[in-house]
């Protein structure tokens, strides 16, 4: 929204000295649809709150980090307001960039918040970033291919269940794969599937001391399950696949089962983009009755930097943007199904949103099983469930996702991968300073 200039010959003195008083913040997004909307309904917000002015400024999700992270580290005071991840809040908070949410108001219902995503968004009992859309991950599945197999689908599957069901749906003369998973290299695509995945099998990224923990049984058991069953029953040339291109071939009917982000529900159910939108149906990200899944936790959320000069003005924008009221005024323009979601209990209460999305208990129900704060079958030092929050983990994450990824593609062995891994790992967490 750009600011309004005013004539004296429109307005009057008193107009213009309110103009004059009036504080602007500045608000750091991402360029997804959800914000773009939010954007274009903030005149409640300034109706409401005539005295705050909003100025934006919308990125690429790349930029949008690279700036955001380069602004708050050296404490630039761009921005009052930014969209972050789920990864950024520990640490951030950790290191005092972030205000403490505080001042939402006494309506704004905090403890309304869905307890996974507000555990990843708080450090030491506080909350430093307020959600705006939230996702877990879940199995989505043919349930015409799944009948045909003799099989069905439980709600909370295994990973054993997943393998036999692959095999029996896999017709590679019909084109059709029996499962789609992540396989293109990068710390929030590959690793982000396999991080999930191997805290179903009991494995860990780094031990109480900050060991790292690739030579051990539980990563070699992850690792070779899923390129097995990758290659027995995955698509053709899977180490490019993302989350992206999974999306197309479930949507084009060549999966007969797809494990990713429980925002994809939307998308392989509308008949408008999916030849088998009356076709799909839900389950729990798999286990190994371990006691956790394979499934992770995310959220794009707003944060106030710790050097803006407006907090009181951000914290005002930033409770309208996540409170009940804002998700009644999405549904009211555009519809229930519309909602940012996986945010708020109430949401998923609601018999009308319940009614727009019929995958919303499956959603609510994967994110609820998914705790970062205690993300792995044995502890660990780290906070998050498909990421290690620590400023290391991007670069390291996309590492070893690269050679995660050509141990898929044939270019390399399962342990000639992890003992790789287990090395980078080793080297980045001595220079970091994390073990001796």
């Known amino acids: 929204m750009k600011l309004r200039t005013f004539t004296l010959g429109l307005f009057s003195a008193s107009a213009l000295a309110f103009a004059a008083h009036a504080e602007s913040i500045t608000i750091a997004t991402v360029n ?3 914000m773009v909307r939010m954007q274009k309904l903030t005149d409640d917000f300034t109706a409401t709150n005539p005295d705050i002015q909003l100025q934006w400024v919308t990125l690429e999700e790349n930029v949008l980090r690279e700036r955001v992270t380069t602004d708050i580290a050296t404490k630039g005071g761009q921005y009052d307001v930014m969209t972050i991840g789920t990864y950024e809040v520990p640490i951030w908070a950790k290191q005092s960039w972030l205000l403490p949410l505080d001042k939402l108001g006494d309506d704004y219902d905090v403890k309304d918040i869905i307890p996974a995503i507000a555990g990843g968004l708080s450090v030491d009992g506080k909350l430093y970033a307020a959600p705006f ?53 990068g710390w929030g695509e590959n690793m982000a599937f396999l991080t999930a995945m191997s805290n179903s099998f009991g494995a860990r990224w780094f031990d109480e001391n900050w060991k790292p923990q690739f030579d051990q049984p539980e990563w070699k058991n992850t690792l070779q399950f899923y390129v097995d069953l990758m290659k027995a029953d995955g698509p053709e040339g899977a180490s490019s696949n993302g989350f992206n291109e999974n999306l197309a071939l479930f ?26 939108a009356d076709k799909v149906g ?19 959320s707003l944060a106030i930097p710790a050097g803006t000069q407006k907090a009181d003005a951000a914290q005002k924008f930033v409770s309208w943007a996540t409170s009940k009221h804002y998700a009644e005024l999405v549904a009211s323009k555009e519809g229930w199904a519309n909602v940012p979601p996986g945010t708020r209990s109430s949401l998923y209460a609601n018999p ?15 994110i609820n099983s998914a705790d970062p704060t205690h993300p792995t079958v044995k502890p660990v030092p780290y906070v998050g469930v498909q990421f290690v929050a620590i400023p290391e983990f991007q670069g390291l994450g996309t590492t070893v996702g690269q050679l995660f990824s050509a141990a898929l593609a044939g270019q390399s062995s399962v342990d000639d991968a992890l003992k790789q891994a287990q090395d980078a790992a080793t080297a980045t967490m001595t220079e970091g300073g994390y073990i001796k």
């Open 32 to 34: 997804n649809g959800d």
């Open 133 to 185: 859309y939230g996702e877990s991950s879940f199995v989505m599945y043919r349930k015409d291919l799944m009948e045909k197999a003799g099989l069905q689908m439980p709600d909370a599957p295994t990973w054993d269940f997943i393998k036999q069901a692959a095999d029996k749906m896999t017709d590679r003369a019909n084109g059709v794969n029996g499962v789609c998973l992540r396989g293109k290299a």
């Open 251 to 276: 949507q084009q009917g060549k999966c007969g089962m797809w494990i990713d982000a429980t925002v994809a529900a939307s998308f392989v159910s509308d008949p408008k983009n999916s030849t088998v």
């Open 282 to 300: 839900y389950a729990l990200a798999p286990d190994n009755g371990l006691g956790k899944r394979g499934n992770w936790l995310w959220a794009w």
């Open 352 to 366: 009308e949103y319940q009614k727009a999305a019929p995958f919303a208990k499956m959603t609510l129900d994967s």
